[in-house]
């Protein structure tokens, strides 16, 4: 049974860092792609980052250079360093894995429950 499990999500003020964690068993993320995904209230899901079997990393332009995303394979977890946050980077983050060399837009196969990130002004 493959679970993705959160963590790491909670209350900060804008300019303030949060890292996500999402840990696997089940699956080796080492040979997925795995990617994080954000929903806002009242908003689509859209993708945030993602991270490749081969370790390529691809960024939505609004993270790119606040977000960085990266896997420790021994820990079988990939990582969202989230800095600079900004109100509108509120909303429950996804992990979410595809045995696939898929996109951002892509639909992946395995998601986890979420986490809950909350940036205030």
């Known amino acids: 049974q493959v679970q993705l499990v959160e963590s790491g999500g909670g209350s900060v003020q804008a300019g303030g860092s949060l890292r996500l964690s999402c840990a696997a068993s089940g699956i080796i993320l080492g040979w997925y792609s795995t990617g994080w995904f954000r929903q806002a209230p009242g908003k689509e899901r859209e993708g945030v980052a993602i991270?490749?079997?081969?370790?390529?990393?691809t960024y939505a332009d609004f993270v790119k250079g606040r977000f960085t995303i990266s896997r420790e394979n021994v820990e079988n977890t990939v990582y969202l360093q989230m800095n600079s946050l900004k109100p509108e980077d509120t909303g429950m983050y996804y992990c979410?894995?595809?045995?696939?060399?898929?996109?951002?837009?892509?639909?992946?196969?395995?998601w986890g429950q979420g986490t809950q990130v909350a940036v205030s002004s």
């Open positions: 979410a894995a595809d045995p696939r060399s898929v996109g951002l837009a892509a639909e992946y196969k395995y």
């Open positions: 991270i490749s079997s081969d370790g390529r990393t």
